[in-house]
């Protein structure tokens, strides 16, 4: 085992937290609810509604719109892509989204059998982008929050990943150097850049199979089985340097 890495920083959202797994059950009780969506792919209606989540959800980390305005733009724009946005209160259509998406939530498959493993060589710290009480609230709902010992949430500390202010906050909250931490993440963009920005070794958690722009990262398809992601956690692989933009879609 490498004697230098001490921490094991994860992102949440997609990388613990089952986040398109919910918003794909979110997406699924409003085509069986509503006529005029069950024309349309459910792949596409994922899309759509991730798209939509995406632009507000980058408005809400500013502070320029609240959460409740946050949601009734985004089911507001998804309405009327179909020309039902008179037909719908979105914060009504939203609420319907909503209890379909938490009454799925769980966590990644091999998530938790990850966390108790890695407990008994490291602590562990989450780094993420979102507002704190939601964030909070969503590792105790998927109860993984015991298995949490220090957190940087955006909304937090004030800088959102990529920027590598948030990851320096963190090893700093974990009392590490940046060559005694690792970070596991999802996004290519926010969470490989951000980390290698900031000298933190990354592991990709590629589930879709995309292409990596550059090679030298250390990857993996899913969070199981949990010795192969303590392998590459205690690998003595040299952190990279540079990094390139988002990979396409597989």
Do not use: C
């Not at 955006?154 to 990943?161: H, Q």
Request: glycine share 6%.
């Amino acid at each position: 085992m490498s004697s230098r890495i001490k921490v094991v920083f994860f992102d949440l959202d997609d990388t613990l937290y089952d986040h398109s797994f919910h918003i794909h059950s979110g997406i699924s009780a409003l085509r069986e609810q509503h006529s005029f969506l069950q024309a349309h792919s459910i792949e596409s209606l994922n899309k759509l509604s991730h798209d939509l989540l995406e632009e507000v959800h980058a408005r809400l980390l500013l502070g320029e719109i609240s959460l409740n305005e946050s949601r009734r733009i985004r089911w507001y724009k998804f309405l009327k892509n179909f020309g039902q946005e008179l037909n719908f209160d979105p914060i009504e259509f939203s609420d319907s989204y909503l209890r379909a998406y938490y009454g799925s939530e769980r966590a990644l498959p091999g998530a938790i059998d990850l966390l108790r493993e890695l407990r008994k060589e490291y602590r562990i710290g989450i780094i993420s982008n979102n507002l704190l009480e939601e964030q909070l609230a969503k590792m105790r709902r998927i109860g993984i929050i015991e298995y949490i010992d220090f957190y940087a949430i955006s909304d937090d500390v004030g800088f959102a990943k990529p920027d590598r202010r948030i990851f320096e906050i963190a090893l700093e909250r974990g009392g590490v150097s940046q060559d005694e931490a690792v970070f596991i993440g999802d996004s290519w963009h926010i969470d490989i850049t951000g980390a290698l920005t900031a000298g933190i070794r990354p592991i990709w958690l590629n589930r879709s199979g995309m292409l990596p722009p550059e090679p030298g990262i250390a990857e993996i398809p899913s969070l199981e089985p949990v010795e192969r992601v303590l392998n590459h956690i205690r690998s003595e692989t040299p952190t990279p340097t540079t990094t390139n933009a988002e990979p396409p879609s597989a």
